[in-house]
């Protein structure tokens, strides 16, 4: 499938489509402010060593020292790397005793990798134990450990850790093979190999010429990522907007992915450059839970925090000769719609998909394989586990970053999330209720209810009646005060 990369930059934020036949399939943001430190490399100056904590403190250059624990500078490497595979593991460096104060002293200066970012008055976390991430491996510099991700089924990873073993050769370090690596081909995993090796060069030629307290390698930055892990060979055009980046993204790719540097345009017209496809309008629709479907039908695409669910509707559709067709073709077109949404939300984990209900057998057949044909699109691994006793299509699709709406998106301040507020009766009933407790606690001159206006509208037509009966009720006037700003559900009660 022929794609092209739309690349939007500005200071703030850059932006990355994914487009084949002039539909977007999948959209990447990083923002400037929320990029973090994690995976980048440094040369600290040991600023100061505590042997009853067996840490010590260290001068990367940022607003406070970080953290090195005894455990992240002398153990063999740890076996979670990169996106969190537990890997099975050949070999791997022994652990020493030594104690902190007799491996560091203050003013020293040590290659160390940031763990965890500064939070707060914390500050960040480091491990001397050197790991990089590409997009099918980790590479270990510092160990011979040989590994495989253990989400890998056990029957194929002594396989590959035999062909990893002879493609990275004798040339020292190790290497961890990541979950997504599972069907590579060799030549892939020497790309990446050549890419790896590579990377650590500059990081130890960096050490050497640099002062103290500098950074030496930084975690690839979008951009970057972009060449590394989806350009292809499928990749006609890769169009960038800014001069200055076009630039740092040419040279980058000259010495990392010689074969991408044709494929990059600067882009120069006079529309923004998501304009060319309507980005910007796919975008907004990908983040609401309806997906209109060319034949008059509809998804709906509802997005918890254990699953995710699609349900597919005929809408207007009644164009087929009999109902059995028109369900048929609805689902084949759902099923590529619902591929191309999974993509663009980037919904990760468990999904499960309520096609429209098939009497036919061969009518499932045809469905469940036009659906995984489009998933097979994806560069993100799916496994579909087909229709279940009560018809619905289970899968998973595994989890890399967060989705579309997280990213984007944050719950909304009238309803926190529920999707769903109390009407205006059930408020003016809470309140009524609020107003009945609270007089039996105090004695004020009067109370004021202050809510939104639909609410307070409400009091003063049809439920005018039940207030004036309270108010009686407890001998106390009861006034009104609309305030626009208040959302439906929000109300306060002021004793006056």
């Known amino acids: 499938m022929q794609q092209d990369i739309l690349i939007n930059w500005s200071p703030q934020e850059t932006r990355v489509a994914v487009v084949e036949h002039g539909s977007l399939q999948e959209l990447q943001v990083e923002r400037t402010l929320e990029r973090g430190l994690v995976g980048n490399v440094y040369l600290g100056k040991v600023a100061r060593v505590l042997p009853g904590m067996q840490s010590a403190f260290i001068d990367i250059g940022l607003d406070k020292a970080a953290f090195l624990h005894v455990a992240d500078l002398m153990s063999s490497i740890n076996s979670r790397h990169a996106d969190g595979d537990a890997a099975s593991a050949v070999g791997g460096a022994a652990a020493t005793a030594l104690p902190i104060e007799k491996q560091l002293f203050e003013g020293q200066a040590v290659m160390v990798q940031v763990l965890k970012d500064p939070i707060g008055t914390k500050g960040a976390r480091l491990t001397a134990q050197v790991s990089i991430a590409g997009r099918l491996l980790v590479f270990l510099p510092q160990d011979n450990h040989i590994g495989v991700s253990q989400k890998i089924p056990a029957r194929q990873r002594e396989d590959l850790r035999q062909r990893l073993q002879l493609l990275s050769g004798e040339s020292g370090g190790g290497f961890i093979l990541r979950t997504n690596a599972e069907d590579a081909t060799d030549a892939e995993l020497s790309e990446d190999i050549a890419y790896l090796r590579k990377t650590w060069a500059r ?211 009238a309803c926190m999330g529920k999707g769903v507020v109390k009407t205006a009766r059930s408020v003016s009933y809470d309140i009524l209720r609020e107003i009945l407790r609270e007089a039996r606690q105090f004695n004020p001159r009067e109370f004021r209810i202050v809510a939104s206006p639909k609410v307070i509208e409400l009091f003063l037509d049809e439920e005018s009646q039940h207030l004036a009966g309270l108010s009686e009720f407890i001998g106390k006037p009861v006034s009104l005060q609309a305030e626009a700003a208040m959302p439906q559900e929000q109300y306060d009660i002021v004793l006056l």
């Open 203 to 413: 990081i130890k030629d960096a050490s050497v010429r640099v002062k103290p307290a500098s950074v030496l390698h930084q975690d690839l930055n979008l951009l970057q990522r972009v060449l590394r892990d989806v350009a292809g060979e499928e990749t006609l055009t890769i169009r960038i907007d800014s001069r200055e980046q076009f630039e740092k993204l040419k040279a980058f790719a000259a010495e990392f992915m010689p074969a991408t540097v044709q494929k990059l345009q600067l882009y120069g017209g006079e529309r923004p450059i998501f304009d060319l496809f309507n980005i910007d309008e796919d975008i907004a629709r990908a983040l609401g839970r309806r997906v209109d479907l060319k034949s008059g039908g509809y998804l709906i695409i509802d997005q918890t925090e254990a699953l995710t669910t699609v349900d597919v509707n005929t809408g207007g559709f009644v164009g087929a000769r009999n109902f059995d067709e028109t369900i048929f073709k609805t689902n084949l077109e759902a099923s590529q719609a619902i591929a191309r949404q999974l993509r663009l939300r980037n919904l990760g984990g468990i999904v499960i998909v309520d096609f429209i209900d098939m009497t036919k057998e061969n009518h499932r057949d045809a469905v469940l394989a036009e659906f995984q044909k489009q998933l097979a699109r994806d560069r993100i691994k799916t496994t579909v586990n087909g229709f279940s006793a009560l018809g619905l299509l289970e899968m998973t699709r595994k989890r890399t970053r967060e989705s579309l709406a997280h990213q984007l998106c944050e719950p909304c301040a």
